[in-house]
């Protein structure tokens, strides 16, 4: 069993080796993480070769140079490659994720969909990629924008919460997250919506949160 956890790479280096699909796709959503993102590889799609974004060395992988980042993905089709990347990665205690290879991942990654804020992860403990691909295109159906207005509004009383008490542990959250919440900001009800989780957390009328829409 793995252990959850979502990681801030906003300005942190990361290396991608490899050039292809794969590899873009990696880098796409890295950079959408605010991370630094260079690439390794002898050939590149375009997605990644006329990429501003993207620092690329056009070449093979050398020997070590993992260890002069904070996390590294492998998505080539050379098994030798990743097995060098992979043993660079343990050497210089640094985490690597290798497409397709679980033998040769620290890190596995899941599916994943994103609402605004809200992010649900799907694994499978590598397993299963497929099942997860699954599961996120039946989530993506069922979660809309509406979810992330609503933790977008959430945040906003959390935020006013911990600045008028010093903390957001308050009993209220229970009672105010439910379907009418979500109801009242799908029909375009925020000031109700949000009138509501403040009363029910027992904020004060005066100097409400800046409203998010």
Do not use: H, K, M, Y
């Given at each position: 069993m793995t252990y959850p956890v979502n990681l801030d790479?906003?300005?942190?280096?990361v290396l991608v080796v490899g050039g292809g699909p794969v590899a873009a796709r990696k880098a796409a959503g890295l950079l959408r993480a605010?991370?630094?993102?260079t690439v390794v590889a002898p050939d590149a799609v375009p997605e990644l070769a006329n990429d501003p974004d993207v620092r690329w060395h056009q070449r093979a992988y050398q020997?070590?140079?993992a260890a002069s980042y904070k996390l590294v993905f492998t998505a080539t089709d050379d098994p030798a490659v990743n097995r060098q990347v992979a043993r660079d990665g343990r050497a210089a205690n640094v985490w690597v994720n290798s497409a397709d290879d679980?033998?040769?991942?620290?890190?596995?990654?899941?599916?994943?969909?994103?609402?605004?804020?809200?992010?649900?992860?799907?694994?499978?403990?590598?397993?299963?990629?497929?099942f997860a691909k699954?599961?996120?295109q039946r989530l993506e159906a069922e979660l809309t924008d509406v979810h992330g207005a609503v933790v977008a509004l959430l945040g906003e009383a959390r935020a006013e919460a911990r600045a008028q008490f010093g903390t957001s542990e308050l009993p209220g959250w229970d009672a105010v997250i439910d379907d009418d919440l979500i109801a009242s900001v799908a029909a375009g009800h925020h000031d109700a919506a949000r009138t509501r989780v403040r009363e029910a957390l027992g904020l004060s009328a005066a100097n409400p949160a800046e409203p998010v829409r």
């Open positions: 790479v906003a300005g942190e280096r605010g991370a630094a993102v020997r070590g140079e679980p033998a040769n991942c620290a890190f596995t990654l899941p599916a994943v969909v994103n609402r605004g804020d809200l992010q649900v992860a799907i694994s499978t403990n590598g397993r299963s990629p497929a699954w599961l996120r």
